[in-house]
C-alpha cells in the first residue's frame, strides 16, 4: 500500500540530546513537509522540501534541521536548541503540478516528549 | 498572507442531529480550501477540498461544505451525525504558488453524545 510511513510512534528525548524523527513515503511524491501539533492548536509549520536537496525554513524551524538526500525520505531532527520540543509532530506530502494537487497526505505521527 | 479561524473548539451533538462546524478564512488571493480529519493519536486525513468550479463540495463520510466567497466561509456540515464521527477536525487554506504550505485553524473536537 502506498503511503506516508512515521517512526518511531513514539519516542523520548533527555536534556541536550538530539534526536531523529523518521519519515519515508512511497507515493512518489516530491514535496514533503514537517507540521508540530501542541494540543488545542493547529498544525505549524517547522520544515518543507520541494525537491531533493533543497529544503526552506516554515514558520517555527528554530532548535530543528532537516534533509533530504532522496525523494522518499525527508528525516526531521529536534536538537538540543529546542527548548521545548513535547509535542505531536506530523510528516505529509503532497505531489505538485496543478491545483488538484493541492492536498497534504499525512503520516501517523510521532509524539516526542521530554524525560 | 493567509488565515483560518474555526469556531468553537468543542461541538457536541446528538447521534443523528446535524452537524455544523464553523471555518472563516483571510486571503488576499483565491483561496484553496480543505477539511481533515484526525482521529486519536493519528495523522490527518483529507475530508473534502475546494480548489476551483464548484462552490459546494461534497467529501466522504456524508460530509459538505460549500465556500462562500461574500461571507470568507467554508462551514463544514453533514445532516445525520454517526457516533464514528467523534473526532478533531481542521480547517486549512492554501494559495496556488505557494509551495502547498497549508495554514491550520485550531481545530474543532466534535463529540457525538448517544
Known amino acids: 500500500d502506498g503511503g506516508i510511513t512515521q517512526s518511531p510512534k513514539y519516542l523520548f528525548r533527555k536534556e541536550g540530546q538530539n534526536v531523529t524523527l523518521s519519515c519515508e513515503q512511497n507515493?512518489?511524491?516530491?514535496?514533503m513537509y514537517w507540521y508540530r501539533q501542541d494540543p488545542g492548536q493547529g498544525l505549524r509549520l517547522i520544515y518543507y522540501?520541494?525537491?531533493?536537496?533543497?529544503?526552506q525554513k516554515g514558520d517555527i524551524a528554530e532548535g530543528y534541521s532537516v534533509s533530504r538526500e532522496k525523494k522518499e525520505s525527508f528525516p526531521l531532527t529536534v536538537t538540543s536548541a529546542q527548548k521545548n520540543p513535547t509535542a505531536f509532530y506530523l510528516c505529509?506530502?503532497?505531489?505538485?503540478?496543478?491545483?488538484?494537487?493541492?492536498?497534504?497526505?499525512f503520516g501517523s505521527g510521532t509524539q516526542l516528549s521530554v524525560l | 498572507a493567509q488565515s483560518v479561524t474555526q469556531l468553537g473548539s468543542h461541538v457536541s451533538v446528538s447521534e443523528g442531529a446535524l452537524v455544523l462546524l464553523r471555518c472563516n478564512y483571510s486571503?488576499?488571493?483565491?483561496?484553496?480550501l480543505f477539511w481533515y480529519v484526525q482521529y486519536p493519536n493519528q495523522g490527518l486525513q483529507l475530508l473534502l477540498k475546494y480548489t476551483t468550479g464548484a462552490t459546494l463540495v461534497k467529501g466522504i463520510n456524508g460530509f459538505e461544505a460549500e465556500f462562500k466567497k461574500s461571507e470568507t466561509s467554508f462551514h463544514l456540515t453533514k445532516p445525520s451525525a454517526h457516533m464514528s464521527d467523534a473526532a478533531e477536525y481542521f480547517c486549512a487554506v492554501s494559495v496556488w504558488g505557494n509551495a502547498g504550505k497549508s495554514t491550520f485553524g485550531d481545530g474543532t473536537t466534535l463529540t457525538v453524545k448517544p
Open positions: 507515493l512518489n511524491h516530491d514535496a
Open positions: 486571503s488576499s488571493v483565491p483561496p484553496y
Open positions: 505529509a506530502s503532497r505531489m505538485t503540478g496543478s491545483a488538484t494537487n493541492e492536498k497534504l497526505f
Open positions: 522540501s520541494q525537491i531533493v536537496n533543497d529544503f
